[in-house]
């Protein structure tokens, strides 16, 4: 413990020295009262393990809370740790006494000198824990709570809702096929069964808020093939002709054969043709077409995503899985420059078709307790060839170069169905603090922030069955109240 002399008692030496010279007569004592919060005030806390664990508990940052006098870790212990038997070291001025009190709900309470017992460990598992200080003058006392807090959940993993997070929105009765693209911010699920079809428009799957109609679609329209493009929307029928819409909901021939649509690169449509038996990457509005290299899916693949590459000059699309000219799945990464087309994958996942793709993060805790997160992808769901249908979490943390299998904690919970050729979205939630002891004593504390979720829609069982629920899943990291 570091001491330090209040200057009000130096001022009181001073004039008690002073006054030892003058005579018994001219002696008047001066009555000071020692009201300032300075002198009982908690300027530093800091933890100490009392047995050696490797851990630097040491490194833990505590805030002092002086108007609430409350003292407490912002950044939260993993789960599992153990708060007894603790060594503490408190930064104080001079004071009379400094004691830890430790209250329990079933046994008798435990006080602990501390300017008397450095050394003395301190139960912080106790049901309260207080720390009570006693100016130098024995005229101010403050109780300061302390809280050491634990993480309830573990950051480093995925929370799931235990029951679905909301029905698919849909007219239709009996859904069988569904699809859902993102267009100028706005999100649209197209569903059919086949001869009816819905068309649900939201700005975020959070907010449960839908605007949902019937719309028609072209005779033998593959909902699957359900893809935006330069502020349009496209859709395959079953003969592989392209067709385009302002508004998904009137359509008209855009002239241009594909059998299967793999997303948006910029404003341009890329996707694949067949012709006299061979297999072509194509573009709408047209360009030249150049004939697919062997093993690149040209079927079932995932969506599409954009990235910059600080490889490339040029945007970079990505596609994961899918079912290859010969019928074999892949399980690799491909990726598509604006001029070529090659396979990124050095260490692909098992081979799937359907499988749902999306940019996350991961979260990790290092030995200071300091929990970090890193933007990664995430690959879930699909079909291998022996018809199974498996949802082990795969995660890639350079753009589908190397996948890896996601720890534990990251796998998916028993609430959310295995599934093949389901979508999987994020969107991003506003969170608010509830506990206003939780909030930090910033100029601007945070109140609210921003949360992005996973949603999972749309899908078949292996067995065949429709999905016709939506789920939701959040890194536990980031639904914690954020850092200051």
Same mark, same amino acid.
């Given at each position: 413990?570091?001491?330090?002399?209040?200057?009000?008692?130096?001022?009181?030496?001073?004039?008690?020295?002073?006054?030892?010279?003058?005579?018994?007569?001219?002696?008047?004592?001066?009555?000071?009262?020692?009201?300032?919060?300075?002198?009982?005030?908690?300027?530093?806390?800091?933890?100490?393990?009392?047995?050696?664990?490797?851990?630097?508990?040491?490194?833990?940052?505590?805030?002092?809370?002086? #108007? &609430? +006098?409350?003292?407490?870790? /912002?950044? *939260? %212990? @993993?789960? =599992?740790?153990? !708060?007894?038997?603790?060594?503490?070291?408190?930064?104080?001025?001079?004071?009379?006494?400094?004691?830890?009190?430790?209250?329990?709900?079933?046994?008798?309470?435990?006080?602990?000198?501390?300017?008397?017992?450095?050394?003395?460990?301190?139960?912080?598992?106790?049901?309260?824990?207080?720390?009570?200080?006693?100016?130098?003058?024995?005229?101010?006392?403050?109780?300061?709570?302390?809280?050491?807090?634990?993480?309830?959940?573990?950051?480093?993993?995925?929370?799931?809702?235990?029951?679905?997070?909301?029905?698919?929105?849909?007219?239709?009765?009996?859904?069988?096929?569904?699809?859902?693209?993102?267009?100028?911010?706005?999100?649209?699920?197209?569903?059919?069964?086949?001869?009816?079809?819905?068309?649900?428009?939201?700005?975020?799957?959070? #907010? &449960? +808020?839908?605007?949902?109609? /019937?719309? *028609? %679609? @072209?005779? =033998?329209?593959? !909902?699957?093939?359900?893809?935006?493009?330069?502020?349009?929307?496209?859709?395959?029928?079953?003969?592989?002709?392209?067709?385009?819409?302002?508004?998904?909901?009137?359509?008209?021939?855009?002239?241009?054969?594909?059998?299967?649509?793999?997303?948006?690169?910029?404003?341009?449509?890329?996707?694949?043709?067949?012709?006299?038996?061979?297999?072509?990457?194509?573009?709408?509005?047209?360009?030249?077409?150049?004939?697919?290299?062997?093993?690149?899916?040209?079927?079932?693949?995932?969506?599409?995503?954009?990235?910059?590459?600080?490889?490339?000059?040029?945007?970079?699309?990505?596609?994961?899985?899918?079912?290859?000219?010969?019928?074999?799945?892949?399980?690799?990464?491909?990726?598509?420059?604006?001029?070529?087309?090659?396979?990124?994958?050095? #260490?692909?996942?098992?081979?799937?078709?359907?499988?749902?793709?999306?940019?996350?993060?991961?979260?990790?805790?290092?030995?200071?307790?300091?929990?970090?997160?890193?933007?990664?992808?995430?690959?879930?769901?699909?079909?291998?060839?022996?018809?199974?249908?498996?949802?082990?979490?795969?995660?890639?943390?350079?753009?589908?170069?190397?996948?890896?299998?996601?720890?534990?904690?990251?796998?998916?919970?028993?609430?959310?169905?295995?599934?093949?050729?389901?979508?999987?979205?994020?969107?991003?939630?506003?969170?608010?603090?509830?506990?206003?002891?939780?909030?930090?004593?910033?100029?601007?504390?945070?109140?609210?922030?921003?949360?992005?979720?996973?949603?999972?829609?749309?899908?078949?069982?292996?067995?065949?069955?429709?999905?016709?629920?939506?789920?939701?899943?959040?890194?536990?990291?980031?639904?914690?109240?954020?850092?200051?």
């Amino acid at each position: 413990m570091k001491f330090k002399l209040p200057i009000i008692i130096l001022a009181a030496a001073i004039t008690a020295g002073l006054a030892s010279c003058n005579s018994d007569d001219d002696y008047q004592m001066e009555v000071i009262e020692d009201t300032s919060i300075g002198n009982v005030e908690v300027t530093s806390f800091t933890l100490k393990k009392a047995s050696s664990s490797g851990i630097h508990f040491d490194s833990v940052f505590f805030s002092i809370d002086l #108007d &609430k +006098a409350i003292i407490f870790n /912002a950044d *939260s %212990l @993993p789960v =599992g740790t153990s !708060v007894g038997n603790m060594l503490a070291e408190v930064e104080l001025p001079t004071v009379d006494k400094a004691e830890f009190v430790m209250q329990y709900d079933d046994q008798e309470t435990k006080t602990i000198e501390y300017t008397d017992n450095l050394s003395d460990s301190i139960d912080f598992g106790a049901d309260k824990v207080l720390l009570r200080v006693v100016s130098y003058s024995k005229k101010v006392m403050r109780e300061y709570t302390v809280k050491i807090n634990v993480h309830r959940m573990k950051p480093d993993s995925l929370a799931w809702d235990e029951s679905a997070f909301a029905a698919m929105p849909t007219v239709v009765a009996a859904p069988a096929a569904q699809k859902t693209v993102e267009l100028n911010g706005s999100l649209y699920t197209l569903s059919s069964d086949g001869s009816a079809a819905s068309l649900a428009v939201t700005g975020n799957f959070g #907010d &449960k +808020a839908w605007t949902t109609s /019937a719309v *028609s %679609l @072209p005779a =033998g329209a593959l !909902v699957e093939s359900f893809s935006t493009a330069g502020g349009s929307f496209y859709i395959l029928d079953n003969a592989d002709n392209l067709y385009k819409s302002a508004d998904a909901r009137s359509w008209t021939a855009a002239g241009a054969s594909m059998c299967h649509i793999y997303g948006a690169y910029g404003s341009t449509l890329v996707g694949v043709k067949k012709a006299a038996g061979k297999y072509y990457h194509v573009t709408y509005p047209s360009t030249r077409e150049v004939e697919v290299a062997e093993g690149c899916p040209v079927a079932a693949t995932s969506a599409l995503l954009s990235y910059d590459s600080k490889w490339s000059d040029s945007e970079m699309v990505t596609f994961t899985g899918g079912r290859a000219a010969d019928g074999s799945l892949s399980g690799a990464t491909w990726g598509y420059d604006g001029s070529a087309w090659t396979k990124l994958s050095v #260490d692909a996942m098992p081979a799937r078709e359907g499988i749902a793709v999306c940019s996350y993060y991961t979260a990790s805790v290092n030995n200071y307790y300091e929990t970090s997160t890193r933007e990664v992808l995430y690959a879930f769901g699909g079909r291998k060839a022996d018809g199974s249908v498996n949802n082990t979490l795969y995660i890639s943390v350079d753009r589908g170069v190397h996948w890896t299998k996601a720890d534990a904690s990251f796998q998916f919970s028993r609430f959310a169905p295995e599934l093949y050729g389901a979508q999987a979205v994020v969107c991003t939630s506003t969170l608010y603090v509830k506990d206003p002891e939780a909030q930090s004593r910033a100029v601007k504390p945070v109140t609210s922030w921003e949360c992005p979720y996973i949603y999972i829609i749309g899908g078949h069982t292996q067995s065949g069955r429709f999905n016709n629920s939506i789920y939701r899943a959040v890194l536990n990291q980031l639904s914690f109240i954020p850092l200051q």
